[in-house]
């Protein structure tokens, strides 16, 4: 069966051919009554765009590819979202990629192996870093977005974490907490959030006149929940009672609430609790959970606009973020 052509869907409409390209392409001034007609015809008679001729034509494949470490985890989850959102405002397709935080993975994506004609690829690595990505095989528009730092060589969108982190424990310190624990030190590994949101959480203390407390910093594994009801039962087990806890990220946060209201700590009062990422899940907690919540919307539209941008505009490209107030962080003081 011979493919339907705008001249046929124009043919059926009375309309010339360009204004059927104009309502298919969302270009130039038509009508609502008359695209509506257009759009109909398109259904009638099976309209498909020829992808590869619009390509010719615009040099752009209309997708691009989006590439996060972990889909399961509802931060990363909730950014796809946004981003995906994102790219519909611009009539852009967004193919969806997961690393799980693999070397090989992410140079694999990097290099276009196996890929389709994308129009830029966006990048949350967790094994390489800037620098190595230098050498890619693949020319394709590349932003990156994360905690791994580079060295200005792409364009990388980020939220300022060790400011961000200062501020959870700061909102701590105001409510009078003092001995804070902190639950996400990581030592091996792809570690550059910890270590970002540690030295925020230090440069607190520190400016507080407070003096750190290495008993009070607990390590974890991974940024999940149960990691998070871990270090709990460690606090609980150490005789060492802080009066609140800074969690690197929410998971890790909502974990060591279940373990400390389970064990009869009262939060807020006995010990308060905020989390990083402000995920849906911490609003509907018991209690709910402060959190430091990024502006990932406007991350996102920042990062569709890079990859268009030509060239992309490469060095550190910053995002807002405010601390969510909630239940778990109102009450007395000890």
């Known amino acids: 069966m011979a493919r339907t052509t705008l001249k046929d ?28 007609r257009v759009r109909e015809a398109l259904v009638e008679l099976g309209y498909r765009p020829n992808a590869a001729a619009r390509q010719l034509r615009s040099g752009r494949s209309g997708m691009i590819a989006l590439a996060l470490p972990e889909l399961s ?42 890929a389709p004609v994308m129009d830029g690829l966006i990048l949350s690595p967790l094994a390489l870093s800037a620098r190595d990505l230098e050498g890619r095989l693949d020319s394709t528009p590349l932003v990156l977005l994360g905690e791994h730092i580079g060295d200005g060589v792409f364009p990388h969108v980020t939220v300022d974490n060790t ?16 001995r804070i624990a902190a639950i996400g030190a990581q030592h091996s590994g792809p570690n550059e ?41 460690m606090i609980l087990e150490s005789g060492i009672r802080p009066d609140a806890v800074f969690a690197f990220n929410d998971l890790l946060a909502l974990g060591a609430m279940h373990v400390l209201v389970t064990a009869g700590v009262h939060v807020p009062d006995d010990m308060a609790v905020i989390g990083f990422d402000d995920i849906e899940e911490a609003r509907y ?50």
Not at 206 to 221: N, Y
């Open 73 to 114: 985890q509802p931060y990363f989850a909730e950014l796809a979202s946004e981003l995906v959102r994102a790219a519909q405002e611009r009539s852009i397709t967004v193919l969806i990629n997961q690393t799980d935080g693999r070397a090989d993975a992410e140079r694999r994506i990097s290099d276009g192996i196996d």
């Open 285 to 334: 907690s018991t209690p709910a959970l402060s959190s430091v919540s990024p502006d990932t919307a406007a991350l996102a539209r920042k990062a569709i606009d890079l990859v268009f941008e030509q060239p992309p505009a490469p060095g550190i490209h910053t995002v807002g973020f405010t601390i969510a107030h909630r239940a778990s962080t109102k009450g007395p003081a000890q």
């Open 9 to 36: 869907v124009a043919a059926r409409v009375g309309v010339s051919a360009k204004t059927v390209s104009n309502v298919v392409n969302g270009t130039g001034w038509v009508t609502e009554e008359l695209a509506a």
């Open 193 to 233: 959030t910890s270590q970002l949101r540690l030295a925020g959480y230090r440069t607190a203390l520190e400016e507080a006149g407070i003096e750190v407390d290495e008993r009070l910093i607990f390590s974890v594994d991974e940024f999940h929940r149960g990691d998070g009801a871990r270090a709990a039962e």
């Open 163 to 178: 400011a961000a982190a200062k501020s959870a424990v700061e909102h701590l310190l105001s409510l009078g907490r003092t």
